[in-house]
T-cell receptor, first 111, second 112 residues
């Protein structure tokens, strides 16, 4: 089993739709969590950190469920520009310097 | 703000040739990383440097060496390139080990 797993998709949604991605992690010692966005053939870019209390940034909401060991990303009112691959990232404090990236979930928003 | 700068952006090598990929960051970050990403796959960690003066192997270190030249610079060397090393290579840095990473825009490397 992979340490971090994501549904690869693709998720094809119309503009304005709400879409949610989940990411599960296997190591209960994981300490910090992030969502990144990667456009085709470009570098990953930080979308948002994920805090225990959940956090929101505009149309994006991230949540952490430690008991079930998953994080989620909710995108409301999808835009064409949201089309990208979304990567979840899990850090373990004890594994100094190493983040584990999921393989990503591909989202295509259509007119 | 430059952030993380990688050179070169593109390179074509012949099997057996050697080359060094350069990475520099201007954010005064302590930790630096090298990843490779193959088509349709996720990022795989090659080597990382948690702090200046230290380097450690990641998930796929075979065929590569690294040097943390100073706090700013972290280079990746292919001693004898193989077609299996054809990939996009990303360098990243972070302030501390559990902080988000900032990526360079990648080096696209083809080995014939």
């Amino acid at each position: 089993r992979k340490e971090v797993e994501q549904d690869p998709g693709p998720f094809n949604v119309p503009e304005g739709a709400t879409v949610a991605f989940n990411c599960t992690y296997s190591n209960s010692a994981s300490q910090s969590f992030f969502w990144y966005r990667q456009d085709c053939r470009k570098e990953p870019k930080l979308l948002m950190s994920v805090y225990s209390s959940g956090n929101e940034d505009g149309r994006f909401t991230a949540q952490l469920n430690r008991a079930s060991q998953y994080i989620s990303l909710l995108i409301r009112d999808s835009k064409l520009s949201d089309s990208a691959t979304y990567l979840c990232v899990v850090n373990r404090e004890t594994n100094a310097g190493k983040s584990t990236f999921g393989d990503g979930t591909t989202l295509t928003v259509k007119p | 703000n430059a952030g993380v700068t990688q050179t070169p952006k593109f390179q074509v090598l012949k099997t057996g040739q050697s080359m060094t990929l350069q990475c520099a960051q201007d954010m005064n970050h302590n930790s630096m990383y090298w990843y490779r990403q193959d088509p349709g796959m996720g990022l795989r960690l090659i080597y990382y440097s948690a702090s200046e003066g230290t380097t450690d192997k990641g998930e796929v270190p075979n065929g590569y060496n690294v040097s943390r030249l100073n706090k700013r610079e972290f280079s990746l060397r292919l001693e004898s390139a193989a077609p299996s090393q054809t990939s996009v290579y990303f360098c990243a840095s972070s302030d501390r080990q559990n902080q988000p990473q900032h990526f360079g825009d990648g080096t696209r490397l083809s080995i014939l």
